[in-house]
């Protein structure tokens, strides 16, 4: 082995806005006569694909029923598309990018 190292190209994680269905399932937290939910999420990820995973993971875990993913893109597609975004959205995106993590902004429940 020659005594050269190769370096690891640091990671572009980017934060990409993601809306999720979800179901109904035993402890999943929403109110009672819910029948499911959006959640609007800010995940981190070299890609959006790698952040769809990722938030459907944590999801399951959280004892949630994922359905349907929707992706918006990253904080620079969405301003490029014209997208209104205020000083909270762009901290919790930044949270989400600093932890490398899943950040759920927003939860609306669904009634029939």
Excluded: W
């Excluded at 979800?22 to 999420?41: H, Q, V, W």
């Excluded at 949270?95 to 609306?108: F, G, K, P, W, Y």
């Amino acid at each position: 082995m020659s005594g050269s190292k190769k370096t690891k190209k640091p990671s572009r994680q980017q934060v990409y806005t993601l809306l999720v269905q979800i179901g109904r399932k035993d402890g999943d937290g929403l109110p009672e006569k819910a029948t499911g939910a959006a959640l609007m999420c800010f995940s981190s990820g070299v890609d959006e694909a790698e952040a769809v995973r990722e938030t459907v993971a944590i999801l399951k875990q959280a004892d949630t029923n994922p359905l349907d993913v929707t992706g918006y893109g990253t904080l620079a597609e969405r301003e490029a598309e014209g997208h209104d975004i205020d000083d909270d959205e762009r901290a919790l995106m930044q949270r989400a990018l600093d932890e490398n993590s899943v950040v759920i902004a927003q939860m609306t429940p669904f009634f029939d």
